[in-house]
C-alpha cells in the first residue's frame, strides 16, 4: 500500500498508507464548548480486535454506545427544561397524558401522543399503550421558514414523547403510578 491509498481493510477507515490502527473520521457536537474544544468527538477504531467506539474515552460495544447515548438523551431533556423554565414554557410534566404538536399553517396539532388507558386489560397484560398518530386534515404545505419551525418543534417534541413513554413504564398492573424513590 502507498502513502497516499485508502485503507483496505475496512471501508469506514479515514487512514491511508500503510498502518494497524484503524480509525474513522470524528463526528462531534455542532458546537465547541466555550474554550472552543470539540464536544463529545466519536469515532469507530480497530486494531487487533473487532471494531469499537471509541467515545467519553471509553472503548465501547455497539450496545453500550447505545446506553450511553440514551444516558446523554435524558440529560439533553433536563437541560432543555431549563431553558424551559427561564424562557417562560411550561416545564415537562412526568404524569401527562397528552403532548401534541403543532405546524405553521395547520389549523391544529400535527402529531400528537397520548397514553390511552385501557378499559379491561387482561392479568398480567399492560394497562395503557402510548398512542402516536398524525392528525387528519392537519397537512401543511410548508415554506422554508416553515419547515424550519416544523423541525425545532419536532425536536422540542421528543423529550415529551420521552416523558409520555416514562410515564408509561411507571404504570403499575393495576393502572396505578408507581412511586419511586
Known amino acids: 500500500m502507498t502513502d497516499n491509498q485508502t485503507c483496505t481493510v475496512y471501508p469506514w477507515c479515514a487512514e491511508a498508507g500503510n498502518h494497524t490502527m484503524h480509525a474513522s473520521d470524528y463526528t462531534e457536537a455542532p458546537t465547541p464548548d466555550g474554550y472552543g474544544d470539540r464536544v463529545l468527538p466519536a469515532n469507530v477504531m480497530a486494531e487487533d480486535a473487532a471494531p469499537y467506539i471509541g467515545w467519553l474515552d471509553l472503548d465501547l460495544t455497539p450496545a453500550q454506545t447505545r446506553a450511553r447515548v440514551a444516558e446523554l438523551r435524558r440529560h439533553?431533556?433536563?437541560?432543555?427544561?431549563?431553558?424551559?423554565?427561564?424562557?417562560?414554557?411550561?416545564?415537562?410534566?412526568?404524569?401527562?397524558?397528552?403532548?401534541?404538536?403543532?405546524?405553521?399553517?395547520?389549523?391544529?396539532?400535527?402529531?400528537?401522543?397520548?397514553?390511552?388507558?385501557?378499559?379491561?386489560?387482561?392479568?398480567?397484560?399492560?394497562?395503557?399503550?402510548?398512542a402516536v398518530y398524525s392528525e387528519q386534515g392537519a397537512d401543511a404545505d410548508l415554506d422554508v421558514a416553515g419547515a424550519d419551525k416544523l423541525i425545532a418543534d419536532l425536536e422540542s417534541f421528543l423529550p415529551r414523547l420521552r416523558a409520555l413513554r416514562n410515564h408509561l413504564a411507571t404504570l403499575t398492573p393495576d393502572g396505578a403510578t408507581e412511586v419511586r424513590p
Open 76 to 130: 439533553l431533556d433536563a437541560v432543555a427544561a431549563l431553558a424551559d423554565i427561564v424562557g417562560g414554557q411550561a416545564p415537562l410534566d412526568p404524569a401527562a397524558d397528552l403532548y401534541t404538536v403543532t405546524a405553521p399553517g395547520t389549523d391544529g396539532a400535527l402529531i400528537g401522543a397520548e397514553i390511552l388507558h385501557l378499559d379491561d386489560p387482561k392479568p398480567g397484560s399492560p394497562v395503557a399503550h402510548l
